[in-house]
């Protein structure tokens, strides 16, 4: 594989042309660095992959496109302060960890994190977030939120992880 063969399959996986760029020019493995294109590369298990018909940026596009959903959906119970519909979007050995200064509460297993929202839905009952930002790498996501109240309001990121198709860890960071 050529390298503009190679920076066009990054593309069509959604990558940025300077990073595909940085790709196929970092890669010891790459041809232009006079070694073979390695059998287990990205860019290889695309090509081998298209001779079946799915090719790795297609299985990436989906993982990506049920991580959001998985996400989405627990973004939306929380703000319906539907605990059975929270439930339902995370794992048996979801870990959360919250905002607690200083370095944040963490809970581990579904009723650990699910009595964390049970007391952050009675300490806030108006509670609502906003979504800012959602960033989606395959199973994981990076959301930037908007929560406010009556008198003020704090921003911050929630590093998330899905399996199966729902939560299984929420990593909580606020500014301030």
């Known amino acids: 594989m050529w390298p503009h063969e190679g920076i066009k399959t990054a593309q069509r996986c959604g990558v940025p042309a300077l990073a595909a760029e940085l790709i196929e020019t970092t890669d010891p493995t790459n041809p232009v660095h006079g ?3 390695h059998a287990t590369s990205p860019i290889a298990q695309n090509q081998r992959s298209l ?22 959906r627990f973004h939306e119970a929380l703000n319906a302060h539907d605990i059975d519909a929270v439930a339902a979007c995370i794992t048996d050995d979801c870990l959360f960890e919250d905002t607690t200064p200083p370095n944040g509460t963490r809970h581990v297993g579904r009723d650990a994190m699910l009595d964390a929202i049970r007391r952050f839905f009675a300490d806030s009952p108006a509670a609502h ?7 989606i ?18 921003r911050g990121v929630d590093v998330i992880r899905v399996r199966d198709g729902r939560v299984s860890e929420s990593l909580a960071y606020v500014k301030g």
């Open 35 to 37: 070694g073979p294109l």
């Open 51 to 72: 001779s079946t018909g799915t090719t790795q940026c297609e299985k990436q596009g989906t993982m990506n496109d049920d991580t959001r959903a998985a996400v989405e």
């Open 129 to 135: 977030f906003d979504i800012e930002e959602l960033v």
């Open 137 to 154: 790498a395959g199973d994981r996501a990076l959301l930037r939120w908007h929560y406010a109240w009556a008198d003020g309001h704090v």
